[in-house]
């Protein structure tokens, strides 16, 4: 995969404005003080690294938790944070081998062991909560411990193991006050990273400090940060207007993203090339109104992507006609090979050779989040528009719709990807592999086989053929339909330094990044 690539629109606002005071140009040694507050809309499930699998969790994972490997700004290959080395021994890719650095603590001053290393991995498989992140781990069949060694013995090959390491899947918590068999309840965090949480209000604000005892693969942890967390697109928006957050990050209104000016001097915008994607999921359990694959590729024949790209999204997305975005090895186009254009006609055939009885009724669900209804009704727009289905929209609180989607309660559901891993991997075991995340009761052999056939191979150039094969087997079942491909936006106030380093693509959100200039 090409390493993420940062276009910076606006790197420096002009610093002398004709009218404007010398005290709003040099902030005052109290304010440099203040932390920098970012504005989000991106959820924290659980603040336990074994109960959740989704983007605001990981990125606060990844400032207050510590995993034996990270990936340096835009990198693609990982190196050692809370791990002094780590490697593949004995030539098969199933035995991985860390040595733990010895000056580690958690940060209630605790001692960090390999006890601990192998009680986070052992914990997060025993409890698999429905959305945590133990689906990453299909082949993980033991971790061991010896001092500060730590093996973990694979059932089969994993090149990207080291990658899936550094994933908030990886975070490292203190086994004496982390529960074996259940999720900590409390709004507290025991680790080691870069930050401290000081304070956490869920769904309101989440205050962290730098972790003086921090030790690892960065040189410096930045300065206080305080997160504030937005429902919806508009009310982020709002605040940011209002001057209440000095970032924004993940996601103002379309329309807002559309019309940001590069030459405006009050703040600073970085683009960044990202491979967010989203996709329209079905559930195919056996009795469920989309089992029948013929049903299902009847909705990717009716599939208009353009009218969402271009009057929904206003551009700050492309079509996506794959599972695996552009940018990544193997990328191919089975949904725009099989599916060029809308074929209502082809759509109306392949329903008759189901047999069902049209309209046919299905539920569709997202994210209660003003930023994806009008993209759902327009999604509804097409499925009805032919008489071929109606469709019952439910919008749901985002733990509620994680838990919905999870236990089957939808027929279709939309839903947001991010990477975990500059890999294509990453888009292949999580969402079609054995235990998917999406929970939509999709399996097969077949997919199971090219998955574990992308795996082999260190040299990540000799699996585009494999991906390829992938990604047409997803065309041709059908477990999903991917709709668009995004761009990453961050937008900062003037005086904010280090803003365009915040989010590069790798999964990690790299606070202590963020100051004042």
């Avoid at 552009?326 to 090979?337: A, M």
Wanted: one cysteine or more.
């Amino acid at each position: 995969m090409r390493s993420i690539r940062l276009r910076i629109l606006a790197i420096l606002a002009v610093l002398v404005i004709a009218g404007v005071g010398a005290w709003q140009l040099l902030p005052s040694d109290g304010a440099k003080d203040d932390p920098v507050t970012v504005g989000t809309t991106d959820e924290v499930t659980s603040l336990d690294p074994a109960g959740a699998y989704d983007a605001g969790s990981w990125a606060m994972y990844s400032n207050v938790y510590q995993s034996l490997m990270t990936f340096h700004s835009g990198a693609i290959v990982p190196e050692p944070d809370a791990a002094e080395s780590c490697g593949f021994i004995g030539g098969k890719l199933q035995t991985y081998q860390c040595k733990l650095r010895d000056d580690l603590s958690f940060s209630n001053g605790r001692k960090i062991t390999g006890a601990d290393v192998e009680y986070s991995f052992e914990r997060m498989i025993r409890i698999k909560t429905d959305v945590g992140p133990s689906v990453l781990f299909p082949s993980l069949k033991s971790v061991v411990s010896e001092g500060r060694t730590i093996t973990f013995n694979l059932s089969s090959r994993d090149a990207t193991f080291p990658q899936k390491l550094a994933t908030g899947a990886g975070s490292i918590v203190d086994r004496e006050d982390y529960p074996d068999d259940k999720l900590r309840s409390d709004a507290a965090v025991t680790g080691s990273g870069p930050y401290v949480l000081k304070s956490y209000e869920p769904g309101v604000s989440a205050e962290l400090e730098p972790n003086p005892n921090y030790r690892g693969a960065l040189k410096e942890t930045g300065g206080p940060v305080t997160v504030r967390y937005y429902k919806q697109s508009d009310e982020l928006l709002a605040a940011w207007k209002s001057g209440q957050i000095d970032v924004t990050h993940r996601q103002l209104p379309p329309s807002t993203l559309a019309a940001l000016d590069p030459g405006d001097a009050d703040q600073h915008v970085t683009e960044a090339d990202s491979a967010e994607i989203r996709n329209l999921v079905f559930n195919v359990r056996a009795g469920a109104p989309l089992a029948d694959k013929r049903v299902r590729q009847a909705i990717a024949a009716i599939i208009d992507r353009a009218p969402l790209v271009t009057d929904v999204y206003k551009g700050t997305v492309e079509p996506l006609y794959s599972l695996i975005p552009q940018g990544y090895i193997g990328h191919s186009t089975p949904f725009f090979d099989e599916y060029p254009s809308p074929d209502p006609k082809q759509a109306r055939k392949l329903m008759q050779e189901a047999g069902v009885q049209l309209p046919l009724h299905i539920t569709f669900a997202y994210r209660d989040d003003d930023a994806y209804t009008k993209e759902t009704a327009e999604i509804r727009r097409q499925l009805e528009a032919d008489g071929l289905f109606k469709v019952t929209v439910k919008a749901v609180e985002w733990k509620a719709f994680q838990k919905g989607y999870a236990a089957g309660k939808y027929d279709a559901y939309t839903v947001g990807w991010l990477p975990d891993y500059p890999d294509p991997d990453t888009f292949s075991q999580p969402l079609v592999g054995r235990d998917t995340s999406l929970h939509n009761g999709y399996t097969s052999k077949k997919m199971d086989r090219l998955i574990n056939s992308t795996l082999e191979y260190s040299d990540r150039s000799r699996t585009s053929a494999d991906f390829k094969d992938l990604q047409k087997l997803v065309g041709e079942d059908v477990p999903l339909v991917p709709l668009w491909q995004k761009k990453d936006y961050v937008v900062a106030k003037p005086d904010v330094a280090g803003s365009q380093y915040l989010s590069d693509g790798t999964g990690i959100w790299r606070l202590w990044e963020l100051g004042w200039i």
